[in-house]
């Protein structure tokens, strides 16, 4: 039974020039390369200049992106942008992305799930497509999480950087088996109870602030591990897919001990994991799309891979999403 499938045609990110290396966040806080690298695995991560805004990353990498799919920004009908670091309260981010693509038509709106962003937005966008209510997607995740940083919080300000990432996701026809190109399967979830453990100190309604991160990194760690391993043996009972069958293996660029302790408790390969935290750090709903972008680029991702992508983020929000290239 033919079925209607969502599937990348084109990937592109965009990372801001200035970088900052653990030996210069040294003469910032009390820290040091060692004490960074061993806990955390980064080693540098991009910082977007003085009045480069979350949008700005975003259409870069959207372009890029477009460029990919060889596509033109008229051929897409929606715009969804995941992002904690909008560029304003309202309106959405998306909408200035939207408009500065030169796109009149269609809808866009910001999807706010934390690190978990990105794997919310992609499963939005094949919800869209399978409905038939989207043809063309251009879907984004994009941060400029040094804005919300306290740099005087050596526990917080080493982990995260800003980035974005896009993918175009197009309708196709599929034979709804998992040979298929495209998205097979998403997996979401939720908990608000664990709020206080990763949040930010501000808000319009409750501070009128921005305010800065905060975050309990120890209970995060702990969390962390069982909640990514709960949505991705979810996708394999939907699937009747393992861990062997996996080509590539794209998980969120927190830490990389949470990468790795993932992929041994899940039984997968060091080898099928795409590990770009020691280069960018935590760009949260971003971290995913570099990713990616980067393993296309480089040649690893190929036909009929395929690959897995999970995230867990402040919220908590977690998720994953099993797709075929």
């Not at 709106?109 to 990105?118: I, L, M, N």
């Not at 501070?207 to 069982?226: C, D, S």
């Not at 830490?255 to 039984?267: E, G, M, T």
Request: glycine content about 8%.
């Amino acid at each position: 039974m033919s079925v209607i499938r969502s599937i990348v045609t084109g990937t592109g990110s965009y990372l801001p020039e200035k970088i900052l290396t653990n030996s210069d966040l040294a003469k910032m806080v009390d820290t040091s390369d060692d004490w960074i690298v061993q806990r955390t695995g980064i080693q540098q991560r991009h910082v977007a200049a003085e009045g480069q805004v979350t949008s700005d990353l975003a259409v870069e990498a959207a372009l890029r992106a477009l460029e990919s799919a060889g596509r033109k920004a008229d051929d897409i009908d929606t715009i969804i942008l995941a992002t904690a670091t909008p560029d304003n309260t309202f309106p959405a981010t998306s909408v200035s992305v939207q408009a500065r693509l030169g796109i009149n038509h269609g809808f866009a709106f910001d999807v706010h799930a934390v690190c978990s962003g990105f794997v919310y937005a992609l499963t939005t966008a094949d919800a869209y497509i399978r409905s038939g209510m989207s043809k063309r997607c251009l879907v984004i995740g994009a941060e400029t999480f040094s804005r919300i940083l306290d740099w005087n919080d050596r526990t917080t300000c080493v982990l995260f950087g800003d980035g974005a990432g896009a993918v175009v996701v197009e309708a196709s026809e599929g034979e709804g088996n998992t040979a298929d190109k495209g998205v097979l399967t998403s997996h979401l979830r939720s908990d608000g109870r664990h709020k206080d453990k990763l949040f930010v100190d501000g808000g319009p309604s409750s501070t009128q602030t921005v305010g800065y991160l905060r975050m309990e990194g120890k209970e995060v760690f702990k969390h962390a591990v069982g909640m990514i391993t709960d949505v991705i043996e979810d996708a394999y009972s939907a699937t009747g897919l393992t861990s062997e069958d996996l080509t590539w293996f794209i998980p969120h660029q927190a830490n990389k001990r949470i990468i790795d302790a993932s992929a041994k408790k899940l039984k997968i390969a060091p080898e099928k994991v795409v590990t770009t935290v020691q280069m960018h750090g935590n760009t949260s709903a971003a971290s995913i799309p570099l990713a990616l972008d980067l393993a296309v680029r480089d040649g690893r991702v190929k036909k009929d891979d395929l690959i897995m992508l999970e995230a867990m983020g402040g919220g908590f929000t977690w998720g994953s999403v099993l797709l075929r290239w």
